[in-house]
C-alpha cells in the first residue's frame, strides 16, 4: 500500500513537471524584401517547417547597420507586443547579457550561422544552417496560446545624414508546437 501511494504520488509530480524542450517554433510563413540590393541580396528557404536556412551575401562594407526587432502575437484580441526596439547590429552581444530572448537567440545563432554580429560587417557570404527554435528556451509563454500564431519582424538599416534607411526586412510568421 505504501510503495503504490509512493508511486502514485510520484506519478503525479511527473505528470506536474512541465516538459521541458517540448514546444518548437514553426515557420508558418516566411517573407522577405531587399530595399537596397547594393548592399546584399539573400535568399530564405524553410526546411519541414521547423528549420531555416538562408544565404545572405553582403555586397559592400556597411560600417555600423542598425536593426529592428519586432515580437509581436495577437491573445484574446489584443495585441501583446513582446519585443519593439531599434539597436545597433553590433550591440547584439552586448545586449544578450542583459536579455534572456537575445542570450537565448545568440546562443541558438552561434550553432547554426557565421554571422558574428561585428563592425564593419565585410562584404561576406554568410549562411544559416538549420536555425531551430525551442519555444520554451524563450520567455515568450503567452504567444504559446495565440492561435493566429507569433510574428516576427526584422528590418535592418544603415545610417545616412542621420537618418536610417532601409536595407531589407524579413517576416516570418510562426506558431507554437507541442511535441511531447
Ligand atoms: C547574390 O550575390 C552573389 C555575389 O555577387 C551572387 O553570386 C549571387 O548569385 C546573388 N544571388 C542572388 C539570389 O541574386
Ligand atoms: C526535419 O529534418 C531533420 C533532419 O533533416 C530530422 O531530423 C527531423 O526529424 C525533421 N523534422 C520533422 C518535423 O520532420
Ligand atoms: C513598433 O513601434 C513602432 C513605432 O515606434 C510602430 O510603428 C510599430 O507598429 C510597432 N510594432 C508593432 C509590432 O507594434
Known amino acids: ?3 503504490l501511494l509512493k508511486s ?7 505528470k ?19 530595399g537596397l540590393p547594393e548592399y546584399l541580396n539573400y535568399t530564405v528557404t524553410v526546411v519541414n517547417k521547423s528549420s531555416l536556412n ?49 542570450k537565448n537567440m545568440l546562443l541558438t545563432f552561434r550553432e547554426t550561422t557565421n554571422l558574428d554580429f561585428k563592425c564593419p560587417v565585410c562584404k ?13 528556451s524563450l520567455p515568450l509563454g503567452p504567444a ?14 544603415i545610417k545616412e545624414q542621420r537618418k536610417l534607411k532601409e536595407i531589407g526586412s524579413i517576416r516570418f510568421l510562426l506558431s507554437v508546437e507541442k511535441f511531447c
Open 8 to 14: 502514485l504520488v510520484i506519478a503525479l509530480i511527473l
Open 124 to 136: 561576406c557570404h554568410y549562411f544559416i544552417r538549420n536555425l531551430y527554435f525551442q519555444a520554451d
Open 54 to 102: 538562408a544565404e545572405l551575401y553582403v555586397l559592400k562594407p556597411i560600417a555600423d547597420p542598425y536593426w529592428k526587432i519586432e515580437m509581436h502575437s495577437r491573445i484574446r484580441n489584443t495585441d501583446i507586443i513582446f519585443y519593439n526596439k531599434t539597436t545597433r547590429y553590433c550591440d547584439f552581444g552586448r545586449l544578450a547579457q542583459h536579455n534572456t530572448i537575445f
Open 16 to 34: 506536474e513537471i512541465p516538459c521541458k524542450k517540448c514546444y518548437v517554433f514553426y515557420y508558418k510563413d516566411v517573407s522577405y524584401a531587399v
Open 144 to 157: 504559446f496560446s495565440a492561435k493566429d500564431g507569433f510574428q516576427v519582424i526584422v528590418t535592418t538599416y
Open 1 to 3: 500500500m505504501h510503495i
